[in-house]
């Protein structure tokens, strides 16, 4: 099952919402034990890369149909091996973008991009970007965006799955909390990656991306590269400055992953972040009552839309026009991935609305008409097979570290979280593929607060799909390398979502290098 949030939805680091929408809050969907990684020996994070070819620019791939790119972008390939501990074995190929930098004496180097995901193309991201920074930003930095490996263009990996979709993979428990069905399903996705995208598929993985991301700054020629990385984005760049402290330059993180919790431990507080999200859009709703008949306060409208997704939980409604019934598991899906932005609180609330007649069997023209924007599929990418996000998404979040393999463990682990958080059902204790999964081909990177001062963390507090504590909680790692801002605003953006406050200082580290001296409490946001 494909799904999309449709039209109007804000774009900057993301080209859907329902994409961001899978972010790190979804691998959050594990339990805390996990095994030890496997130890093959890593190669020498910060060998010289000798005689790097250097980059022709060219035409970049098709876009998807409808999809737009800003025309000054250009295109290229780094050539990257595919074992990093085998440098003259076999090559893969990682896409690359470039938008430079407006002519000045400014220039200060390249500001490479990620958009997070995991697994999102970030080829178009330079100019999905661009239009949210001020000149002196563009003057100093070429904006560099790339696929990562085995995404998009860059040698797209694919596990064949019969459901293509990353919100497929979401392990919902069935009505009245089993999770048989989430077992087997979870047996048979590993399998399935292990027979159809083979053995070459453990090499996707975040620390090898961050190597190659110091190919791309040889090939571009540049001693040092400037990151700017969102969501998933935050722990590559983290992992980049770990392994590559003297080739980072200046380092924004943006709704971030705490590097403790990689990946099986991440679910700690996703449950606690959607119960402080889920406010916003119920006080949007209530303010709507009459229209809307969602409730006419926050409490009424939480505990319909709870009673709403156990009803479909129990018995799914056929979307009319549509090939799909909408369950409870969709429902709360599209919840998470509308809160993530501020501006489409009100959508959200229109699609509860929807929703609700829906299965009341009273659905209006106008609610038919939401309920086929939101779950239209969105046009296929030429030459990146259906499932490649998918398919990535599990060979970074199973590849990065090993995970727990005890069935009963999840179940006990499920049930509470169930208790806990009525609102995400059980799902961020869940079983995934990653239970089944092969070892990793090394263990995760280390990260410690050794290094340059040069990075800028931004959180949100009431960020729904990488809470606040986990932004803490990087915080704390990096220690006397970081500055963190918190804005006190909800959804998964900070940078441009209306405080002048955190706007201003990403602006002044990213031209001046300054970061605050003490951590910084945004208080006057006005969401756009």
Known sequence: MQRS????????????????????????????????????DAPPAAAEVTDPPRITWGTCPALAEGAKRDPRLTCATVEVPLDHRNPGGEKIQVAVSKLPAVKSQDRRGVLLLN???PALSGLDTPGVVAPTLPPSVLAAYDLIGFDPRGVGHSTPQSCGLDDPSLA????YPAAGGSITANVAHARTTAERCAK??????????????????????????????????QSYGTYLGTVYGALFPQRADRLVLEGNVDPTKVWAHAKNNWGKAMSERFPDAARVAAAQHATLGLGGTVDEVTRRYVALADRLDR??????GTPLALTGSMLRTV??????????LPVLAQFWKAAAGLADGRLTEADGQVLRQVF????????????????????????????????????RRTAEDRAAWPLSAGMPANIWACAFWSKPVEEPVRVTD???????????????????????????????????????????????????????????????????????????????
């Open 196 to 229: 159809n995208a083979g053995e070459k598929l453990r090499y996707f993985t975040t620390a090898n991306t961050a190597r190659d991301v110091d190919r791309i700054r040889a090939a571009l020629g540049e001693d040092k590269i400037s990151y700017w990385g």
């Open 335 to 344: 919840t998470y991935s509308l809160l993530l932005h501020n501006e489409t």
């Open 115 to 117: 958009p997070g995901g």
């Open 5 to 40: 949030v449709g039209a109007g939805v804000p774009r900057r680091f993301t080209r859907t919402v329902i994409a961001v929408a899978l972010t790190v809050a979804a691998v959050a969907s594990c339990a805390d034990a996990a095994e030890d990684a496997a130890s093959e």
């Open 450 to 528: 050794e290094g340059p001062r040069n990075t800028l963390i931004l959180q949100n507090r009431r960020d729904n799909a990488t809470p606040w504590e986990d932004g803490l909680g990087l915080y704390e790692v990096l220690g006397q390398r970081a500055a963190f801002i918190g804005a006190d605003n909800g959804g998964h953006y900070v940078y441009h979502q209306g405080s002048k406050c955190v706007d201003e200082a990403t602006v002044t580290f990213l031209t001046t290098g300054r970061l605050p001296d003490q951590k910084v409490d945004c208080t006057d946001v006005t969401p756009r």
């Open 376 to 411: 239209a599929a969105p046009p296929p990418t030429p030459g990146v097979p259906a499932d490649n996000q998918a398919t990535m998404f599990l060979a970074l979040t199973c590849g990065d570290a090993s995970w727990s393999g005890d069935v009963d463990e999840y179940a």
């Open 315 to 320: 018995t799914s409604a056929p979307v009319p």
């Open 168 to 171: 497929g993979l979401f392990p």
